[in-house]
């Protein structure tokens, strides 16, 4: 074997071995944003629960209930107050969002980059109405809450808030004050949407 062909063997040799080390660069990086962005969704999570943990008597998180039109609707969370039945819908998006109470799809911009999602309050009062089918003539109230990794420089539509400030808001602070025990409508409410409630299977 003659020179020109050993030099042509390292060459090869030395090229495999950087295009091996560049792909493994490479996928260690994709891992490790896929694990950074695992971590943040799950210390959001755990927040979130934290803080949906001190409010109202008692609630449920992620059942499927009667949409009230024969078929399913998903519940994010429904919290018992003595005041009557919240539906919540947490959101975490990231970045800057521009939100409208009649705009059928907001904005959400991350970096240079920008998308956009259906309104989710539309979705909200449709789980909304889903509990009144079950309710009855209890009162059903709605919010829709956002981490505080989403920033609305326009502010935030009427029935939104972030997460921290659920409990400053209607209608958990007008039940603040209210005696603990829920009056016996929004009882028997209460338990014929538990009855009814299945937990949602993982997507």
Known sequence: MNGASLTNIWHTVRDSAFSTLWAALGVGAVLCIVGALWLRRRRAARSVAAIMGRLGLDRVHDVMIPDGLG????????????RGLVVVDVRD???????????????????RRSFHFENPLFLNRARMM???????????????????DGQFPKGMPPQVCYVDQLGA???????????????????????????????????
């Open 93 to 111: 998006y990231r970045g800057t969002i521009f939100a409208g109470e009649t705009i059928d799809r907001w904005t959400q911009i991350v970096g």
């Open 169 to 203: 808001s209607a209608p958990f602070a007008t039940a603040a004050g209210l005696p603990g025990e829920p009056p016996l409508p929004v009882r028997l409410a209460w338990q014929t949407i538990r009855q009814a409630a299945v937990r949602s299977l993982p997507g």
């Open 130 to 148: 889903g509990v009144k089918s079950l309710a009855g003539d209890v009162p059903v109230y709605e919010l829709v809450a956002f981490t505080r």
């Open 71 to 82: 078929g399913q609707i998903q519940l994010d969370y429904l919290v018992l107050t003595p």
